[in-house]
């Protein structure tokens, strides 16, 4: 079983201590968040747990866990996001700098090969040009090149629950001038451009992610591992088979473009109704 944690919400960056309480305890429960009544027991013991994938916009909190995790003989990677945006998109994270130089410091502690660097979503607006990210794009490249093999990327999404007047669909010209830009410099930097549930981009150079990588798990867990694809994801989605164990509506990064919440104020009751020593990450 691979355990994702989380796509619902940041757990390395909120919820670490109550992440390791579980991995102590050996198991965490979870809820289905179309049916809150179905509830699961989800082993955390490593005999069980064939990867755990951790998805974060800065993995400062758990970086002094990871040890602890190495000890139990857990395996592991991060999906790590670092955009170029400032505190109006996403309001609530420490200066990109900070959370850069935490991004090399995780790379060099546990291996280039175990952090996936995430340049998403793409957001172009008047602020925001094409322009823009080809700078910001190489020169976070140029930054992060001795620390990943991987770049995943992706244009916003416009789910219905996202409304703000920095958030607009690219237009055709602009994803493929800036797909081609992205492919051409992550290469240039020694990794590989993919691309999350993004149809069209392989011509201009960008591949297929595979965020729930069943052959990068398979050398992290070093052999061979019956896994299967994920058909609960979007279309599109080269994921294999995980188990989530966050819930939606608890991240307070803040990020104005996220779909997985509802609005600051249900985030921050939900938040509220956390408990770090608790089973479930909100009651």
Request: aromatic fraction near 10%; include cysteine; proline fraction near 4%.
């Amino acid at each position: 079983m691979v355990i994702s944690a989380s796509r619902r919400t940041d757990i390395p960056c909120y919820y670490s201590k109550w992440f390791m309480e579980r991995i102590r305890a050996g198991y965490v429960m979870t809820k289905n968040p179309m049916n809150p009544a179905q509830i699961k027991r989800v082993s955390l013991d490593p005999k069980d747990t064939q990867c755990i994938v951790f998805w974060t916009k800065d993995a400062k909190n758990i970086m002094p866990d990871l040890k602890e995790l190495d000890d139990i003989g857990h395996k592991y990677y991060f999906q790590f996001t670092v955009t170029p945006y400032d505190n109006t998109y996403e309001r609530n994270l420490r200066p990109k700098k900070d959370i850069e130089r935490s991004f090399i410091e995780l790379s060099d502690m546990i291996g280039r090969e175990k952090v996936i660097w995430r340049y998403d979503p793409i957001i172009i607006n008047d602020y925001m040009t094409v322009d823009g990210h080809k700078k910001q794009f190489e020169q976070m490249a140029k930054l992060f090149e001795k620390h990943i093999d991987t770049v995943t990327v992706s244009f916003v999404d416009l789910y219905k629950r996202i409304s703000s007047p920095l958030i607009r669909e690219a237009s055709e010209n602009e994803r493929a001038e800036l797909s081609r830009f992205i492919a051409d410099c992550a290469k240039a930097h020694g990794m590989k451009a993919v691309s999350c549930c993004e149809n069209g981009l392989s011509q201009y150079g960008i591949g297929q992610a595979h965020c729930i990588d069943a052959n990068l798990i398979e050398r992290i867990a070093g052999r061979k591992l019956d896994l299967l694809p994920d058909k609960n994801q979007r279309k599109g989605c080269g994921c294999a088979e995980s188990v989530d164990i966050g819930a939606y509506d608890t991240c307070l990064n803040g990020c104005i473009y996220c779909y997985a919440c509802h609005g600051d104020h249900v985030q921050k009751k939900n938040a509220a109704r956390h408990d770090p020593h608790g089973e479930f990450l909100i009651i």
